[in-house]
């Protein structure tokens, strides 16, 4: 294989690296971060990477936008992937305010947006539970 | 008039539900909410029977939105194994409605019961369409439409439990990711071939094996759709969305959600990607199969320790959805009818167990095994549907789940895998375990002293014994499910679905 230094290639491909950066980027703060609004800030940079994957591949260098100008040597891009992403940016949106929404529900019934304590109050929930079963099951008995 | 609106019965099934969700927010009146629901629900059913009858023969129909032809144009494409799908959804949809509307009351706010049929729907029209669909990017459209509506039905269980609250949290991020996996997969293949229509895709995609492009797309997709299927090491949203969403959701959820995306899976593996690329029976071999496994055996070990009762089942779901992947992973006809066979039984007795805990739920007010000590004698009709569901999961004969591991077995047999069906067998025996489990907290346990628990309300014991007396029907006539699932299965392994179709509905435009 040829290892030679390519800046040609690198740099040609640009797009393409960003991507990969602000989708590891964005999937890294998901899984790292406990703040529930940090999580949906970095889901959000993950889905804005695949904008930019889709709306690479549709570019034509020295192309325009697609609009019929009756010049059949025009050069547009390929609109195709615009439309695509048109609707995962709307999914995109009410994902993240789903996700919000959900955030003010957790905040007003758990107090906090911090995934540790909201994990160890429920962790806590689910002893009492158990404990509760227990001391029924003894007194029955 | 009548023919001319069933030759539009592909777009209609999907249509009918996604018209009736806006319908239901429009009215605001939970009564008409949940007849309108019922009605488009029971068209799509309807229609979906009718196109099952239609190619039950192994004829294949595509239909084409507003006659614009594919590839540009979007194309519904119906064959024997997602007519069968549909069938499943649209059933379980009718019965989860009558279900819903007396398990929510106590639940789900009243104000919000109109939102919950809404969302229901939605969830439905994205399930129909994710199946029908023969459009790749479609696919991702539909799979969100029903994802988010299941966000905000897991969410509402939160009026009992706000564990619903961060289960329905957590559902949100894996799914959002697992979808944007998927997206990312559908735009490396659409690079590498610029199409998206599933027959097209398969037929450009035949000469790219040793496309690096077309590989990663590949991993993507099947790694985004793993996380809807939960599969083993991706099931982590699984059990808190099943164990507190309301009663209704979690048996639609368990008997839809996961087989609609195992039928996803299915179609990109064998359909859009060619059975002949190796890199493609390597997956299936060293990852589904080992993942598989290991799903059969760990999850239900783990649903032995479970207090809570829907967490239980959750598991058991997990680990039968391990079933379902090593059919699928042994790479053969036999095994592919096994899963789908498994997928249409699974979906039966999953159901009919959420529907028969929801009611005992309803009664006592808690999921928690030690507080049903003795219903066995206060509740005998939804304990009797507990017993006979638990006894499909193990597989005993007579049930469904005997017929779907007996086909299994012979799909490994017919390999010379002989360790595989030891497996099989002995994770049925940890099966037995926790059903025996329920079943002694039920029948052997003294009752507690409260003795104003009576049997269950009608309108939540018809639904669970209408899919309890299925899982006997077919369980006893196997003909009828294993006939279908192996013409599904021979449509999906040979290509058939690739096929030139029938078109059905207009046609004409360029």
New interface residues.
Partial sequence: MNMQFDVEFLLGHMNYWLFVVLMMTGLYIVVARGNLLKKIVGLNIFQAAVFMLYISMGKISGGTAPIATGNPDEIYSNPLPHVLILTAIVVGIATTSLGLALIVRINESYGTIEEDEILELDRIKSDEEIEKLKTEASNSK | MMSSVLSHSPILVVLLPLLAGPLCMLFGNRTIAYFVSILASLCSFLLSVYLLSLVSDGTVLSYHLGGWAPPLGIEYRVDAANALVLVIVSVISILTLPYARKSIEGEIAEKHHTLFYACFMMCFTGLMGVTITGDA?NV??FL?VSS?ST??LV?LG?EKD??A??A??DY??LG??G??FF??GL?LI??ATGT?NMVDLAERITSLENNRTVRSGFAFIVVGMGVKVAIFPLHRWLPGAYTYAPSAISAFLAATATKVAIYVVMRFIFLVFSTKFGFEKDTLTFIFFPLAIVAMFAASFTAVYQ?NLKRLLAFSSVAQIGYMLLGISLFTVTGLSAAMVHLFNHALTKGALFFAIGAIIYRIGSP?L??MAGLGRKMPWTSAAIVIGGLSLIGVPGTVGFVSKWVLLKAALEQNYWLVSLAIVLSSLISIVYVWKIIEQLYLQ?A??DDAITEAPLSLLIPTWILILGSVWFGVNAEFTVQVSTTAAESLFHGKFLEPATIMGLEGRP
């Fill in positions: 990017f991702f459209v969100e988010l966000y905000v969410a939160a706000r564990r609250l961060s329905a949290y949100l991020i959002t990711i979808a944007t997206v990312i735009g659409y690079m998206l207090v928690m030690p507080n003294p507690k002293s």
